[in-house]
T-cell receptor, first 115, second 113 residues
Framework: EPEVTQTPSHQVTQMGQEVILRCVPISNHLYFYWYRQILGQKVEFLVSFYNNEISEKSEIFDDQFSVERPDGSNFTLKIRSTKLEDSAMYFC?????????????FGPGTRLTVT | GNSVTQMEGPVTLSEEAFLTINCTYTATGYPSLFWYVQYPGEGLQLLLKATKADDKGSNKGFEATYRKETTSFHLEKGSVQVSDSAVYFCALGHGANTDKLIFGTGTRLQVFP
């Protein structure tokens, strides 16, 4: 069964460093998402991406964040200068369609720890 | 704004017990409602969904009914198994101008033999 994959599973970085989280969405999907979950808190939407551009972003997704689909398979989230409060589990998701059932398929997540 | 509230966990049950995990929502209009499950070490998996009032979503013995009058979407299972131990997330998708999902905090279920 097709699945969304994410690498790495755990990333430890120092405050101020840049990190890139990688995702491989399901191959025929067109809509891509990043969510995050700070420990003990809700899963929060960060950004959606379609047709090589951001279609929606939350207030969390400030200038420190960027997303890219550098080739036909990867979808990345970059944090330019990490802060302690960026420590969270980051989930990538993809969907074949925006309308209707909203069936978003999620990856296993990358746990980011900023020290 | 739109939001989802879930009961606090963990929920601890013996095998074959009845499960209810409460979920209520706040939204304008007519959202779609979802339950996602996360097994240890895995991603969020869609468990079931309902797209309009009075719809019942069901999968793997789990059920949830979209109740607009009580703005609820409680998850139920008649007889849980040890393999059901996981974290369960209630979520709302509002359609219209957005496809983002709004999640609850998740409820951890632990089932013991």
């Amino acid at each position: 069964e097709p699945e969304v994959t994410q690498t790495p599973s755990h990333q430890v970085t120092q405050m101020g460093q840049e990190v890139i989280l990688r995702c491989v969405p399901i191959s025929n999907h067109l809509y891509f998402y990043w969510y995050r979950q700070i420990l003990g808190q809700k899963v929060e939407f960060l950004v959606s991406f379609y047709n090589n551009e951001i279609s929606e972003k939350s207030e969390i997704f400030d200038d420190q964040f960027s997303v890219e689909r550098p080739d036909g398979s990867n979808f990345t989230l970059k944090i330019r200068s990490t802060k302690l409060e960026d420590s969270a589990m980051y989930f990538c998701a993809s969907s074949a369609s925006q309308v209707g059932s909203f069936e978003q398929y999620f990856g296993p997540g990358t746990r980011l720890t900023v020290t | 704004g739109n939001s989802v509230t879930q009961m606090e966990g963990p929920v601890t049950l013996s095998e074959e017990a009845f499960l209810t995990i409460n979920c209520t929502y706040t939204a304008t209009g007519y959202p779609s409602l979802f339950w996602y499950v996360q097994y240890p070490g895995e991603g969020l998996q869609l468990l079931l969904k309902a797209t309009k009032a009075d719809d019942k979503g069901s999968n793997k013995g789990f059920e949830a009914t979209y109740r607009k009058e009580t703005t609820s979407f409680h998850l139920e299972k008649g007889s849980v198994q040890v393999s059901d131990s996981a974290v369960y997330f209630c979520a709302l998708g509002h359609g219209a101008n957005t496809d983002k999902l709004i999640f609850g905090t998740g409820t951890r279920l632990q089932v013991f033999p």
